[in-house]
């Protein structure tokens, strides 16, 4: 044998060992060798491949932490939307999701799975014949950033699965309870900035440029399910076992639940046992089991129907309402916030909590000086829920708002229906600011280094008036700024340069009209194809788009028809903005036009390029049969979908017919 032959089986050997140990001590907690035995064999790992490096392959445990730092993140395109959930706060709120899906399904035995709600960071993970290929966080649920390098630093994630599958799994990154402070004494020593909380850091860590920092922080990740894939699985409990078979990291406490009433009491004790975890959980998600169920339910909008996630109570604290100031927002609503006494709340310190309205404070009878309790709504966002009147000792102050905007000193005004106080002046300097905010945000321009204190400075400096005028900013311009040194202006100028190949979806968003959010958009852009025609469209035209009602059309038409937004635009379409949505490509024969098929046994080319071909001539390819289903393929070894289809009464077609209507034969 020589050398290089010995080295090839060794490498093998290796690269599988340190794999199945990083499985017993990260995932099982069942290490079989000390430190210093897999320092070894990692080392030993290590020399041979600086001894062989055209040997090196992507998924060796090496490569977990290497390379330049990026200098950004590039797009990824989830081909099964990462979609949010429903939320339930009460356990009757699960009685009535459980009414819901009787009344779809009719008298179907129904059974879910439950498992804890992790508070992290959702990712995606893209195996392809069972190696690591790419992973992505969940973006606003139809794209993503690509974060392959920092993920690959996480050891609980494999390199390689048992079996050469191709499969996209999805789950939750987190830090827990232990590592958090550990990670937040160290850089007490470094005299850095502590992070506010677990699940900040872990956000922030996946999303660090350099995989080297994401190394260094403590993360985890616990899977909870998958998105594409072409395995013949029936249940989602069958699934859940079937990722760990695959040596994927899940959550230990996930459970099957053969009726609702199992379901309320895991919700139960987990309200009750949460704070005995060492990580983040903020309620339970519930899912239907049956994959055929799942077919029947279908989406909303937003959501699955047949998935809920119930939010545990939010934790309270006491604090005191030292002073009430208010900002105004980028739609001129001017909102009164509550200066409180720092106290600590699930997580973080909290030293501020909107206060909404002036008929907030009245209902909540809110004076300044006054002991209040508090939560943070969703565990996030800060609210007082009610004033402690029994602390009262008669020196506190009642809150009036303001009748001119604090920021330019016009007058304000609540209009008819609306709970807000407003400042109607569209030059606001705080408005403005505000809208330059929102336009760069991450949902919609995504122009990294425009934030906050950036937009500020480029008003005050009289160098934008409105969100146009960030075009034609000059590098001169820009390092004149406090804090903006070379680098950082050149990255501005080269994100704003990015940002203007945005679909017109993110477009339409990041314009800021009032009611039209990330949904609409996507749905104005897709439906009218180009910013001119939703422009010229009239209100009706706009209520008959699905999810388009009255008060959206009516603003915006309102929108487009103020002088204010015709200049903004020119000055967009003459930097060069992209005001159309891209056009799909276009299909080749639509014979499969609306046909859902599903696959069973083994055909003569693979599952993946059938259901492109499929797709292609508009076709859908699903796991599970239902009455839905129009064609069951059967190739060599069918299972046992095919007495299922003859109880369906689904046609039932062999691969030569399949070819046929492919256009293959």
Not at 346 to 353: P, Q
Not at 570 to 576: D, F, H, I, P, S
């Amino acid at each position: 044998m020589t050398s290089e032959e010995y080295a090839k089986r060794r490498l093998e050997e290796l690269r599988h060992q340190i794999e199945e140990h990083n499985y017993r001590y990260h995932v099982l907690d069942d290490p079989l060798i000390s430190d210093a035995e897999f320092d070894q064999l990692m080392r030993e790992l290590q020399d041979l491949e600086d001894s062989f490096p055209h040997l090196v392959t992507a998924d060796s445990p090496t490569q977990r932490v290497g390379g330049a730092p990026l200098e950004s993140f590039t797009t990824v395109e989830h081909k099964v939307p990462m979609l949010s959930l429903e939320n339930a706060f009460e356990l009757g709120e699960i009685d009535d999701f459980q009414r819901r899906i009787q009344r779809l399904v009719g008298n179907q035995p129904v059974e879910y799975v439950t498992e804890l709600k992790i508070d992290g960071l959702a990712v995606s993970l893209q195996y392809e014949d069972g190696r690591f290929l790419q992973g992505s966080t969940r973006g606003d649920g139809y794209t993503g950033e690509d974060i392959t390098s920092n993920l690959k630093t996480i050891s609980q994630i494999p390199m390689r699965l048992s079996e050469p599958v191709t499969i996209e799994v999805r789950g939750e990154v987190f830090i827990n309870h232990d590592d958090f402070e550990q990670l937040n004494k160290k850089r007490y020593e470094l005299g850095e900035q502590p992070f506010a909380n677990p699940r900040n850091a872990a956000a922030g860590s996946v999303r660090q440029l350099d995989p080297r920092i994401a190394a260094g922080r403590p993360l985890k990740i616990f899977v909870y399910g998958t998105g594409e894939h072409n395995l013949n699985v029936n249940t989602h409990y069958e699934m859940m076992n079937y990722l760990r078979h695959l040596r994927l990291p899940l959550n230990p406490h996930w459970n099957f639940c053969p009726d609702i009433d199992t379901v309320k009491d895991y919700c139960r004790h987990w309200m009750e046992k949460r704070r005995e975890l060492d990580y983040d959980t903020d309620g339970v998600v519930i899912k239907v089991n049956q994959y055929r169920l799942h077919e029947v339910l279908g989406y909303t909008s937003r959501s699955p129907r047949w998935a809920l996630a119930f939010k545990f109570p939010s934790e309270e604290a006491i604090t005191r309402v030292n002073d009430i100031e208010v900002n105004v927002g980028r739609t001129g609503a001017i909102t009164p916030v509550a200066i409180l006494e720092p106290v600590q709340l699930a997580g973080s310190v909290v030293k501020r909590a909107s206060l909404h309205n002036q008929d907030y404070l009245v209902e909540k009878d809110i004076l300044i000086g006054d002991e209040v309790v508090i939560r943070k709504a969703g565990d996030i966002i800060p609210e007082v829920i009610t004033v402690r009147h029994d602390s009262r000792t008669g020196k506190e102050i009642k809150f009036s708002m303001p009748n001119q905007c604090p920021a330019c000193s016009q007058p304000v005004k609540r209009l008819p229906e609306e709970a807000a106080v407003r400042c109607l002046n569209p030059v606001c300097p705080a408005q403005v600011v505000e809208r330059i905010v929102h336009f760069a945000s991450r949902s919609a321009m995504d122009i990294e280094g425009l934030g906050p204190a950036v937009a500020e400075q480029l008003w005050n400096n009289g160098l934008v008036e409105d969100v146009g005028d960030l075009y034609f900013l000059k590098f001169d311009d820009l390092i004149k700024l406090d804090r903006m040194a070379e680098k950082s202006a050149q990255n501005l100028l080269d994100a704003l340069e990015k940002s203007k190949q945005n679909p017109l979806y993110r477009l339409l968003f990041a314009l800021g009209i009032r009611f039209v959010g990330e949904k609409a958009a996507r749905l104005l852009a897709q439906h009218f194809k180009t910013l001119e025609n939703i422009s010229k469209a009239s209100k009706r035209e706009l209520e008959d788009l699905s999810e388009i009602g009255p008060k959206i059309a009516a603003s915006i038409e309102d929108f487009f028809r103020q002088e204010q937004s015709k200049v903004i635009l020119e000055k967009l379409r003459v930097a060069g903005l992209n005001f159309q949505e891209p056009e799909q490509e276009s299909r080749k024969e639509d014979i499969l036009e609306g046909k859902v098929l599903v696959f069973t046994g083994t055909l003569s080319f693979s599952r993946n390029e059938a259901k492109k071909m499929v797709e292609e001539r508009g076709g859908k390819v699903t796991n599970s049969l239902s009455s839905n289903t129009d064609y069951l393929v059967t190739g060599e070894n069918p299972g046992s979908k095919v007495e299922k289809a003859r109880g369906l009464e689904v046609d039932i077609i062999d691969e030569e017919y399949l070819k046929e209507l492919l256009g293959l034969s």
